[in-house]
């Protein structure tokens, strides 16, 4: 069983996102356009669970499929759209997950969701704390059930994504690692 672990943000987040960015860019080559770091580990200040999600966009969705025995081979699990249509999706670290790579095709609208989501963010400072403040609450409250966990946050990640769109789409598209 996973627990759910909230902790505050971490210096290292950002080179451990590096570090795995070198090994991504090996196996998918030119394959790959852009690697972004997104989800909580992205947003300085943010209290998150101690996973890193990694973003590439790449020109071939389909290709990606290619490249499971080298994925493995850095330890990761492939497990398809897992959900999400037009996603390939793996997990490192097994039940002590470290990674997830969340990989989309150039043009797909879920790349500017995450994208907007992050920047938001970013730069947000009110969104940052009630969103923190309400993933270690609900940690604490379902130390043991991600599924409960991941169910309390939603409507708040709704309402927090629908702002971030609209921001987005007054600022203009400048995304940045």
Same mark, same amino acid.
């Given at each position: 069983?996973?627990?759910? #672990?909230?902790?505050?943000?971490? /210096?290292? %987040?950002? #080179? &451990?996102?590096? #570090?795995?960015?070198?090994?991504? !860019? +090996?196996?998918?080559?030119?394959?790959?356009? =852009?690697?972004?770091?997104?989800?909580?580990?992205?947003?300085?200040?943010?209290?998150? !669970?101690?996973?890193?999600?990694?973003?590439?966009?790449? =020109?071939?969705?389909?290709? @990606?499929?290619?490249?499971?025995?080298?994925?493995?081979?850095?330890?990761?699990?492939?497990?398809?759209?897992?959900? @999400?249509?037009?996603?390939?999706?793996?997990?490192?670290?097994?039940?002590?997950?470290?990674?997830?790579?969340?990989?989309?095709?150039?043009?797909? *609208?879920?790349? !500017?969701?995450? &994208?907007?989501?992050?920047?938001?963010?970013?730069? =947000?400072?009110?969104?940052? /704390?009630?969103?923190?403040? &309400? /993933? +270690?609450?609900?940690? +604490? *409250?379902?130390?043991?059930?991600?599924? #409960?966990?991941?169910?309390? !946050?939603?409507?708040?990640?709704?309402?927090?994504?629908?702002?971030?769109? /609209? %921001?987005?789409?007054?600022?203009?598209?400048?995304?940045?690692?």
């Amino acid at each position: 069983m996973r627990s759910v #672990s909230v902790v505050p943000y971490r /210096k290292e %987040w950002p #080179s &451990l996102f590096q #570090s795995e960015v070198a090994e991504l !860019k +090996k196996i998918f080559g030119l394959e790959v356009d =852009h690697i972004y770091h997104i989800g909580s580990t992205a947003v300085p200040g943010l209290a998150a !669970k101690p996973i890193i999600d990694i973003m590439p966009v790449v =020109h071939d969705i389909n290709r @990606i499929d290619d490249f499971h025995d080298a994925m493995i081979g850095i330890g990761y699990e492939p497990r398809g759209e897992n959900g @999400i249509p037009g996603r390939r999706y793996f997990q490192k670290g097994g039940n002590n997950r470290t990674h997830h790579v969340h990989v989309y095709e150039q043009g797909s *609208q879920e790349i !500017k969701r995450h &994208l907007a989501f992050r920047d938001y963010l970013r730069t =947000h400072r009110s969104a940052v /704390k009630r969103y923190g403040e &309400l /993933k +270690k609450e609900l940690a +604490k *409250q379902h130390p043991f059930d991600m599924d #409960s966990y991941i169910r309390g !946050k939603h409507n708040v990640v709704l309402e927090i994504e629908s702002e971030a769109i /609209k %921001w987005y789409e007054t600022i203009g598209e400048e995304f940045h690692d």
